[in-house]
């Protein structure tokens, strides 16, 4: 029997450099070495040896819908929410009710914005 486990993420994205600031900024991820190549794909840790590769493709379109994201959690999703306010990024909650947060049935809170390219990000606390 093989046994997984996650890796990372890879997504297309139009401008790397916008991309990194943005994650950077939104999420506080930090910036590692590409160890695989000397393209010009950026890494950022997602903690725990996980990792979120955003590959340039200025000319690629990029086709997003809100049932293809990716979760991160946070044990704090209140004070997460207010900085998104502070940011001024839009969030929603599944359905697309603007700037409202979302509790699921096994209570944990949940909301979604989406990165300059469109992506998708939910943020939970589920933690």
Do not use: C
């Not at 910036?31 to 590959?55: D, F, P, V, Y």
């Not at 809100?66 to 959690?73: E, G, I, N, R, S």
């Amino acid at each position: 029997m093989h046994t997984f486990s996650f890796n990372h993420i890879a997504l297309s994205v139009k401008d790397v450099n916008e991309s990194i600031e943005f994650y950077q900024k939104v999420l506080q991820l930090e910036e590692i070495e590409n160890t695989a190549s000397n393209s010009k794909t950026r890494w950022l840790s997602l903690n725990e040896g996980k990792q979120l590769h955003l590959i340039p493709r200025p000319n690629f379109e990029i086709k997003v819908n809100k049932a293809v994201h990716f979760a991160m959690a946070t044990s704090d999703i209140d004070s997460f929410v207010k900085y998104l306010k502070e940011l001024k990024i839009d969030y929603s909650d599944w359905i697309g009710t603007a700037n409202k947060d979302y509790i699921r049935k096994d209570g944990i809170k949940q909301v979604y914005f989406q990165d300059p390219n469109g992506y998708w990000i939910e943020v939970n606390d589920d933690m």
